[in-house]
C-alpha cells in the first residue's frame, strides 16, 4: 500500500551538522534556528525532513504524519518523546513529568528502525 505523508513542513536554519539527522527530533536552538534534541527534557519542535550543514536550510515536519528514527523497541500505538540523541522513545502516559509528547507511533520496530508517527504535541508526559 503506497502511503502519502502529509503534514506542515516550515523551514529554519540548522544549528549544526544535520547532515546525517533526517527523521530526528529537533527542538529550538534560537530564532529560526534548529538543532537534533540532546536532552530528555527538550520541547520537540517536530522532526527533520531533510539535511543541512550548518546555516543552511532545513525543512521539520511540526504537524502530520512522518517518519522517525526509533531509540527503542516501539509499538504501534505508543506515545513518542525524544531521546538524548533525537531518536524516538516509547513512554507511558502518566509516568513522566519531565519529558514532552510529541505524538503517537503508527508504526512500531526496533533499535534504529525507520517507524513512523503522527506528530501530535501533547505537554509532558504526566
Known amino acids: 500500500m503506497a502511503k502519502q505523508y502529509d503534514g506542515q513542513d516550515p523551514s529554519f536554519k540548522a544549528y549544526d551538522d544535520l547532515s546525517s539527522s533526517q527523521y530526528l527530533f529537533v ?5 529560526d534556528i534548529v538543532d537534533v534534541c540532546g536532552a530528555v527534557t527538550d520541547v520537540i519542535v517536530g522532526v527533520l525532513q531533510t539535511e543541512g550543514t550548518t546555516g ?13 528514527i526509533l531509540g527503542e523497541t516501539v509499538t504501534a500505538g505508543q506515545l ?18 519531565t519529558t514532552y509528547i510529541a505524538g503517537i507511533c503508527t508504526v512500531g520496530g526496533d533499535l534504529n528502525d525507520v517507524g513512523e508517527m503522527i506528530l501530535q504535541s501533547r505537554g509532558r508526559g504526566a
Open 80 to 97: 513518542l518523546s525524544t531521546s538524548t540523541a533525537g531518536k524516538a522513545l516509547g513512554i507511558a502516559a502518566g509516568s513522566d513529568t
Open 27 to 31: 527542538n529550538m536552538e534560537g530564532d
Open 56 to 68: 543552511q536550510g532545513v525543512v521539520v515536519r511540526v504537524d502530520g504524519h512522518t517518519k522517525i
